[in-house]
Nanobody, 123 residues
Framework: VQLQASGGGLVQAGGSLRLSCAAS????????MAWFRQAPGKEREFVAA????????YYADSVKGRLTISRDNAKNTVYLQMNSLKPEDTAVYYC?????????????????WGKGTQVTVSS
């Protein structure tokens, strides 16, 4: 599975962005997917995860109610809708695919990683 994230950019606090992660490969629809982020000088952290069907999702406490993960298996794409953005959301965002079908939240469960996309939120 190859992953390509896009949709990052510069936005003012309170604004919105939608990240997309396009996947190649026939097995995308069977895999749990997740978004992680890494801010400058900080470790990579979990943001959101979704299972193979899209029914089950998990979020980091810091983004609950503001960010929404979804997927379209027909398009081999996973999304991260980001609303009410805060300066502390500034980071490089990475999409990842797990080796199984559940909504895994640990980076240790991810088998494939895309290149990141930069999100910058100005105050």
């Amino acid at each position: 599975v190859q992953l390509q994230a896009s949709g990052g950019g510069l936005v003012q606090a309170g604004g919105s962005l939608r990240l997309s992660c396009a996947a190649s490969g026939r097995t995308f629809s069977t895999k749990g997917m997740a978004w992680f982020r890494q801010a400058p000088g900080k470790e990579r952290e979990f943001v959101a995860a979704i299972n193979w069907s899209g029914v089950t999702t998990y979020y980091a406490d810091s983004v609950k109610g503001r960010l929404t993960i979804s997927r379209d298996n027909a398009k081999n794409t996973v999304y991260l809708q980001m609303n009410s953005l805060k300066p502390e959301d500034t980071a490089v965002y990475y999409c990842a695919a797990s080796g199984g079908s559940y909504a895994y939240t640990s980076d240790g469960d991810m088998h494939y990683w895309g290149k990141g996309t930069q999100v910058t939120v100005s105050s």
